[in-house]
Every structure is written in C-alpha cells, then in structure tokens.
C-alpha cells in the first residue's frame, strides 16, 4: 500500500466519522470524492491531507460541512431496508446495515445484491450518490466509501422514469439513433425547452423532478441505438456494452465541453463525472440486463440535465472553429495544476472532471476532447463552486418558443 492511499484511507474513516453526508439540508458532501480522486491522481499525501483540511473549511451557499448523525433506534434487516428508498432519512442506520453486509460479501456480490435493486432511482441528491459510489467503487477494497454510497443511494432515491415502461418495437427503425443525434432532438423540442422556461421551480432538484414521468424523456431515451440491440454471445454483450459505455462517455463530456464558455456549467460537469461513476459501477454488474438498465436510467437522467440547464446548443459550439482548447496536450502538466502540493485549485469538481477525462483516455484511447475539457477547466480562473455557471442555457436564452 503507498504512502498516498494509506493516508487516504484514514481520512476516508476520519470523514466519515466526523461529517453527514449531506448539510445545508441539500447539499452533498464530496470529501470522499476529493480524497479518492486526489489518490487516484497520485497525488501525495501532503496533496491529499492539506487538500482535506481546505475542504473542510469552505462554504458553500453559506453552508459547511455538518457533524455526522447518531443511529435511531430502527432495525434496519434484508427484509425491510427498501421501505427506506428515497425516505431522506436514517443514513447513519443504513451505512451500518450496508456495512455488515459487505463484511460478509465480497465487493462484486454486494453490488450485484443492491444495486440492481437501486438504479431505478439514481437521479436522486442531483447524482451524487452514484458519483459516491461509483468513486468508491473506482478506489477498491476499503467498505466505508462503498457502504456510504450504497447507504446514499438508498437514502436519496429518486426514481423519474421505470425501465419497464421501455418499449423497443414503439420505436421505428428509422428513428434509432446515436446519443449524440438524440441530444440534438432533445435541444430542439419545443414542449422541453419551455417547461423549463415558464416554471416557478427554484433549484436543481425542484425543476429536475418537472420531468418525472415526463413521456417526451422517455420518447428520447428509448431511441439510443444499444437498448435495440439484441446480443447472444458473452462476447458480444461486452463488446455491446463496451461501445455503450465509450459513446455515453463522448456525448457526456461533449455537452460538458462545447458550452459557451467551455467548461463551466455546473450541473452537466456532473454528467460527466456521474458518467464514468455509471461506468465503474456497471462493470461490477454480471447481468447484462442489469448492465443495460443502469444506462437507460443514466441516459435519462443526463438527458433530463440537459433539459434543466436549458438545453444549450452544443452542436453549434462545436462548429465553431475559432472554439478555445486545452493550453496544453499533455496529461501529465493538466494533472499537475490540480495536484501540486502548492496549487490553488481545490475545487472537487475540478478534480474530479480532470481525473475522469484521464481516465476515458485511458479506458476508450486519445481523443482531443477528453484533453480539451480536463485543460479547460484545469487552466481557468474556476476556484470554487460560485465560479461555475448554473442553468446557462436558460440566461442565454430565456424565451419561448
């Protein structure tokens, strides 16, 4: 075991027994995310350590972090821990319960035990339950990280959609597309765009629940090209999958890039980030049916982010020539602004979009847009969450159609 991951695996125990896992009444604590990502950047443990005692001092919205709850006296079994779904309450309760079950399961089994029976409401607490686990998923073999996100999952559940509802023979053959396609359609719907222009919901979550159940969502989910296809062999289900993964990837970090400025809107950073969390988890799934209807929850929801942040028009970003890119190509210099020990980029967010795109190029090979959006935003003046852009879509241009 390094330095590094020995130092952030006592901070990981340390956080959890200090802080909720939310505060402010809304807002999710990232200090796991930002340990675990720091380690997987290889960062030092002086990196990793000064980097924990910064976030526990920042505010946000006027909020810090929160001490951790005490446990109720509830009895939380195999038999009853679904009643809790989506509840908002008794964390604490759950991540024990969570907890005993893993010590008594290998990693794999656990996820396979729970987390089919959770993808339903992924979209819960704005993603980050899913970015929590599947971080935690990323970083291995230590239950405390693994627990709490399983716990949040069930804590935030939020189910918009039901996979059930899906219905491939509704879709004809010459409406299939790729994910990319679907999100133009998705940026040139009339009835989307302006739901999300004449409503008096106020917040993320208030206005991504307009589209619970939402018939136009589903319309356009349904038509993303792998849940039409049909594989037999183990070989082709990985293949198939594979290729689904790398395609949610390109379009995530698509929509997250060619925003105008690039890199900064807030909640589609989340996309990308609660795209590769979508990624490590699904690659624990052993069920290819499983697999596949995590995405479909993925893809709805990302489509439904989209949709709340007022459905920018990336595609004419792209086209732009004159577009800005990465100051520098190499992964090594971009790495190096977020994990030097004297740096003073501590946004999670930012380390988390930085070390997610390193690992797309890992994962699916080079390609100029994983550079670009990690050295956008790695090289901009974003310090912390205020410096984003939220709902930029919607200032940009606030009429109907």
Not at 6 to 13: G, I, S
Not at 103 to 113: G, V
Not at 252 to 262: D, G, H, L
Request: glycine share 4%; proline share 4%; with cysteine.
């Amino acid at each position: 075991m390094t330095d590094s991951r020995t130092t952030a695996c006592a901070l990981l125990q340390q956080a959890h027994n200090e802080f909720d896992i939310e505060y402010g009444g809304f807002l999710s604590n990232h200090i796991a995310h930002g340990i675990i990502t720091l380690e997987r950047l290889e960062a030092s443990p002086e990196r990793i350590t000064s980097w924990y005692e910064e976030y526990k001092k920042h505010y946000v919205l006027g909020h810090q972090l929160e001490p951790a709850q005490e446990t109720c006296d509830l009895t939380i079994t195999s038999d009853n821990w679904k009643t809790f779904e989506g509840k908002r309450k008794y964390f604490p309760d759950l991540y024990q319960f969570f907890k005993k079950e893993l010590e008594n399961s290998t990693e794999e089994e656990f996820i396979n035990k729970f987390v089919p029976e959770l993808a339903r409401g992924l979209a819960g607490s704005a993603l980050h339950p899913v970015i929590h686990l599947g971080f935690s998923i990323d970083f291995g073999h230590f239950d405390v990280p693994l627990a709490e996100g399983v716990a949040y999952l069930t804590h935030s559940y939020l189910p918009l959609t039901d996979y059930r509802k899906f219905n491939p023979s509704s879709v004809p053959n010459d409406q299939i597309c790729d994910l990319k396609s679907v999100v133009v359609q998705v940026q040139k719907d009339t009835e989307l765009w302006n739901l999300l222009r004449t409503t008096n919901e106020e917040g993320f979550q208030s206005k991504l629940k307009l589209l619970k159940d939402s018939e136009r969502l589903l319309h356009y989910t349904s038509k993303w090209s792998p849940l039409h296809k049909n594989p037999e062999s183990e070989s082709e289900k990985n293949e198939l999958f594979d290729a689904a993964c790398k395609e949610l990837a390109q379009v995530a970090t698509f929509a997250f890039y060619y925003t105008n400025p690039p890199c900064k809107e807030f909640f589609l950073l989340h996309g990308v980030t609660a795209c590769y969390a979508t990624i490590c988890i699904t690659k624990l799934l052993k069920n290819y049916e499983d697999r596949m209807e995590f995405l479909f929850y993925y893809v709805f929801s990302f489509l439904g982010v989209f949709v709340v942040e007022g459905s920018t028009d990336v595609v004419a970003c792209s086209e732009d020539p004159e577009f800005p890119v990465s100051p520098v190509e190499d992964w090594d210099a971009i790495t190096r602004e977020v994990t030097d020990v004297n740096t003073n980029k501590h946004d999670v967010h930012m380390l988390k979009l930085v070390y997610v795109c390193k690992r797309f190029s890992e994962l699916f090979g080079p390609d100029p847009l994983w550079v670009n959006a990690a050295g956008c935003l790695a090289f901009s003046d974003i310090l912390d969450t205020k410096d984003f852009e939220f709902g930029l879509g919607l200032k940009q241009d606030s009429s109907l159609r």
